[in-house]
């Protein structure tokens, strides 16, 4: 069942095309990434999406619903990039007024969500003394005060230690499950996409690539084999009359080859000329730089 | 909306700094008087002038201060909260963007008033107690509905001020000359009459000296009559005149007049805020 129907999308400033026509379908329940290097549009999308960009041209419809009313904000929870709530004010006192700000919400939810995301140690802190990964937790809680069937979050996790990435991303894929929502996510952690259900990689404004992770290895797969020779020239000559041509990293000779099957004949074929070897798939990050070109770190 | 407005409310209330930095520009124009202001002024006319006649025509430009500056303070949250993504944030929930707008400006209004309110207070109790002053609580009412009155035009003109701010480390420079300025044209510094003429034409077409004229009125009225009583009329017309308790315009303005030259002001500074701010405000939310 598809929840969000995005068509022919754009935002177009003065002097640019920030997003161009793009086309996006997300399904109820999933878990959509949204990828794309600096300056792709990500940030644009999402504007558009919360409501507070208007796009120049092309519609996003939730149900019935449109961006930027009332009752699209409340299907709605949204995790800014930057952290939004009040440093002055404690976790409670930030939470409360939020609450209240809510056509649906209650006591009993407010509770259940304090009590999700482990906010009971901090609740009478002041916002602004909390950690990092303290912060975002806060933030979480606080898009999902009146159980919004959406969850937007803008690169949630930049900045933040590996271990509070971890908890972060435990506490997302549990919410997904057990309050049925549908998670859309920018970020800049290409193995945080790992966890996607589908993938969107943006650049330049548009979508070069949707489809599921599974199926992004797929069509991207290519296999990296580094081989440690004994005799680097020897080999190098051997590679080069296969139409290889190895770069040579440390000693070792680092090629990509189309498939496991291409492996395993390399490493056959020459085995007398190696003394170790490492094979690793395509992950998100290479699948990125061979659709964009550019590294996203 | 309710609940943004208690939020706003907490955040001036509950921080100390903003409570001082709010008031700062009418402290420093109390300290002056305490200082030099009053002894100046009382050596300048060649008839006596009582302590308690001069301190409530300080309070009286005093608050004007007040009123500017921390409606000013109290609206800042506005740009403050636009610029660091609150606002965004705010703008998501079930609550409308013009909810939002409005809560800004009725908390800007409260706090003007009750700000005014505890200045007023604080200024009568201090000179109740070094100058033996009495405090006319018999004109709490007529006060209450002027500073209201004070709070709404002042909030209207900090809006069309703050229209044109987009960043943060600008409110700072801004107070500071809203401040000063404030102290000026209300005539606290110096009467109005001290000034050369084309500065008391700039200052008239500030709802500021109006303000201040007004509040002279209320509070000097029985103190005027007491005291001034042995000056001929053209003598007191002529000293209400130079220390800006009446007005001219063509001619003395009455209080009904002021007041609604003072309802003019807002008028205009709502229209013109309006104008300015249909375009910019919702528009750049998403840039946060």
């Not at chain 1, 290097?37 to 092309?58: C, E, H, Q, R, Y």
């Not at chain 2, 993504?85 to 008033?113: H, K, N």
């Amino acid at each position: 069942m598809v929840e969000i129907t995005i068509e022919a999308l754009t935002k177009e400033y003065t002097n640019k095309l920030a997003v161009d026509h793009i086309d996006m379908r997300i399904k109820k329940g999933d878990f959509v990434a949204f990828l794309g290097p600096n300056g792709a549009g990500k940030s644009t999308t999402v504007g558009m999406l919360t409501g507070l960009i208007t796009p120049s041209s092309g519609s996003i419809r939730f149900g019935k619903l449109k961006p930027g009313t009332v009752a699209y904000h409340n299907k709605l929870g949204v995790v800014f990039q930057n952290s939004v709530l009040d440093n002055q004010l404690t976790v409670q006192q930030n939470l409360k007024v939020r609450a209240q700000m809510y056509e649906r919400t209650s006591q009993d939810v407010l509770q259940q969500v304090i009590t999700e995301l482990g906010l009971n140690n901090f609740l009478k802190q002041k916002y602004g003394t909390l950690s990092g990964g303290q912060r975002r937790r806060v933030d979480i809680a606080r898009a999902l005060l009146h159980q919004p069937e959406i969850l937007i979050l803008d690169e949630p996790s930049t900045g933040l230690d590996i271990q509070t990435r971890n908890v972060i991303w435990d506490t997302l894929k549990k919410l997904q499950k057990t309050m049925q929502l549908t998670i859309f996510l920018t970020t800049h952690y290409l193995e945080e996409t790992e966890n996607a259900d589908y993938v969107y990689v943006i650049d330049k404004g548009r979508i070069i690539a949707a489809d599921s992770l599974d199926r992004l290895k797929q069509t991207y797969a290519q296999y990296h084999l580094t081989l440690t020779p004994k005799d680097l020239q020897k080999l190098r000559v051997q590679l080069n009359k296969l139409g290889i041509a190895p770069s040579e990293n440390k000693g070792k000779l680092q090629l990509i080859v189309s498939d496991s099957a291409q492996c395993l004949t390399i490493l056959q074929r020459y085995r007398n000329l190696i003394t170790d070897f490492e094979c690793r798939q395509s992950d998100m990050n290479d699948i990125f730089v061979h659709l964009t070109g550019k590294e996203m770190r | 909306m309710i609940a943004f407005s208690k939020r706003n409310l907490t955040l001036f209330f509950n921080s100390k700094s903003n409570l001082f930095f709010s008031v700062m520009g009418a402290l420093i124009a109390f300290v002056l008087y305490l200082v030099f202001l009053k002894n100046n002024l009382i050596t300048s006319f060649p008839f006596k002038l009582s302590h308690d006649l001069l301190d409530a025509w300080v309070i009286s430009g005093i608050l004007v201060v007040t009123a500017v500056t921390t409606s000013l303070h109290a609206l800042s949250q506005m740009i403050t909260d636009r610029e660091q993504g609150r606002l965004a944030d705010f703008t998501v929930t079930s609550v409308p963007f013009w909810q939002l707008q409005a809560s800004y400006l009725l908390c800007s209004f409260l706090i003007s008033v009750s700000m005014q309110l505890f200045m007023g207070l604080i200024m009568y109790s201090y000179f109740a107690v070094t100058d033996d002053i009495t405090i006319p609580w018999e004109l709490t009412p007529k006060i209450i509905l002027l500073s209201c009155l004070s709070s709404f035009v002042w909030t209207t003109f900090n809006l069309l001020i703050l229209s044109f701010v987009k960043q943060v480390k600008t409110l700072s420079q801004l107070g500071s000359i809203i401040g000063t300025a404030s102290g000026f044209f209300a005539g606290v510094y110096m009467p109005i009459g001290v000034l050369p003429k084309t500065a008391q034409f700039i200052t008239k077409l500030t709802p500021a000296p109006y303000n201040a004229a007004l509040y002279r009125q209320f509070l000097l009225k029985d103190l005027l009559k007491e005291q001034l009583s042995g000056l001929s009329h053209v003598q007191r017309q002529l000293f209400e005149k130079q220390m800006g308790i009446h007005l001219s315009l063509n001619g003395f303005l009455s209080s009904s007049q002021m007041i609604l030259l003072l309802g003019a002001f807002f008028l205009g500074f709502t229209l013109v805020a309006a104008v300015a701010m249909k375009h910019s405000r919702r528009a750049n939310l998403g840039h946060v």
